[in-house]
């Protein structure tokens, strides 16, 4: 008899529960690495992480460009390539108003990123760091 593995799970990025379990309890599938890499990746830069955190704690749920780019030392080019590169990861979505783009964080995908890394000591023992 053939062992048959269990279909893959289509993640939805933007699904209010988890994605998957743990990395710390089970495998990560290669669909779902593949699928939540580019948003670790996009992170992985200071400047955007910087970023993305000033865009998921802005009053309001969202930040103009304009108030973005001024709390940096380099160029409008460069702060827009750092927010192309949240928004292909799809960290960010953008819209355009008038001559100004405003930026609003994803936070199903924020949350599918936290359950994937989100640790919890086993029953009965005390955490340690």
Known sequence: MSKQAAPPTVVDLAADAPCCPPLTQV?????TATLLAPAFKAL?????LQLMSM???AEGGE???CDLTPAFDLTGPTISHHLRTLREA??????????WVYYRARPGV???LAALLT???????TRRD
């Open 27 to 31: 495998r990560v599938p290669v669909e």
């Open 63 to 65: 930040v103009c460009v």
């Open 110 to 112: 924020l949350r599918q």
């Open 44 to 48: 992985g830069d200071p400047v955007r």
């Open 55 to 57: 865009i998921a704690s």
């Open 90 to 99: 799809g960290l960010v979505d953008a819209e355009r108003r008038g001559t």
């Open 119 to 125: 640790v919890e000591p086993p029953a009965g023992l």
